[in-house]
């Protein structure tokens, strides 16, 4: 194999890189929980309640909100457990309840004013550090990751459903195009 072949051309190449990949959202996975933890201890929240913000903001995020219900499947929590996490997380001041506006019969869930700012004061200085690392990656490399990055997510939402799961409609990667 010469320099100027295409990667398809190499497969142990290809190979490793798909290994790196998966390496690297291992390793992302395991230092995101490190400092989920770290913030549930600051703010005495749950592994469970810190898991429901984090659905609660992505869902919100990627414009589509979840109901208790919702939350309650994503979490594997009975209705009774996720109405006592919700009134919690309510109570805390880190979400509130909202009617949707496309079917007002429904609730559904978004960050409070509160809770965005404990996370923000949490997590802006991870921001400004991701910011401060990525500084030099070319834009066309930030687009080739966040592509990778949907293709993993979609990758792992099938997995996913094919072990029972249900569809997480807002884990869909958001499209920056």
Same mark, same amino acid.
């Given at each position: 194999?010469?320099?100027?072949m295409p990667d398809s051309a190499r497969p142990d190449?290809?190979?490793?890189?798909?290994?790196?990949?998966?390496?690297?959202?291992?390793?992302?996975?395991?230092?995101?929980?490190?400092? *989920?933890?770290?913030?549930?201890?600051?703010?005495?929240?749950?592994?469970?309640?810190?898991?429901?913000?984090?659905?609660?903001?992505?869902?919100?995020?990627? *414009?589509?909100?979840?109901?208790? *219900?919702?939350?309650?499947?994503?979490?594997?929590?009975?209705?009774?457990?996720?109405? $006592?996490?919700?009134?919690?997380?309510?109570?805390?001041g880190h979400i509130r309840r909202e009617a949707d506006?496309?079917?007002?019969?429904?609730?559904?869930?978004? $960050?409070?004013?509160?809770?965005?700012?404990?996370?923000?004061?949490?997590?802006?200085?991870?921001?400004?550090?991701?910011?401060?690392?990525?500084?030099?990656?070319?834009?066309?490399?930030?687009?080739?990751?966040?592509?990778?990055?949907?293709?993993?997510?979609?990758?792992?939402?099938?997995? $996913?459903?094919?072990?029972?799961?249900?569809?997480?409609?807002?884990?869909?990667?958001?499209?920056?195009?």
């Amino acid at each position: 194999m010469t320099d100027d072949m295409p990667d398809s051309a190499r497969p142990d190449a290809r190979a490793r890189l798909e290994a790196d990949i998966s390496a690297d959202v291992r390793a992302m996975t395991v230092a995101s929980e490190q400092i *989920g933890r770290t913030f549930g201890a600051l703010h005495d929240l749950s592994p469970n309640d810190f898991q429901a913000l984090m659905h609660v903001m992505v869902a919100d995020t990627n *414009g589509t909100p979840l109901t208790a *219900g919702e939350l309650g499947s994503l979490l594997g929590l009975s209705s009774a457990a996720v109405t $006592y996490l919700v009134e919690r997380m309510l109570s805390s001041g880190h979400i509130r309840r909202e009617a949707d506006p496309s079917d007002r019969r429904k609730v559904i869930l978004r $960050y409070d004013d509160h809770g965005l700012e404990v996370a923000r004061e949490f997590f802006a200085p991870l921001g400004q550090r991701t910011a401060r690392a990525l500084r030099d990656v070319p834009d066309a490399d930030l687009a080739a990751a966040h592509r990778v990055f949907a293709v993993l997510i979609d990758s792992m939402q099938s997995h $996913y459903k094919d072990l029972g799961g249900k569809n997480i409609r807002h884990l869909t990667a958001r499209r920056t195009t």
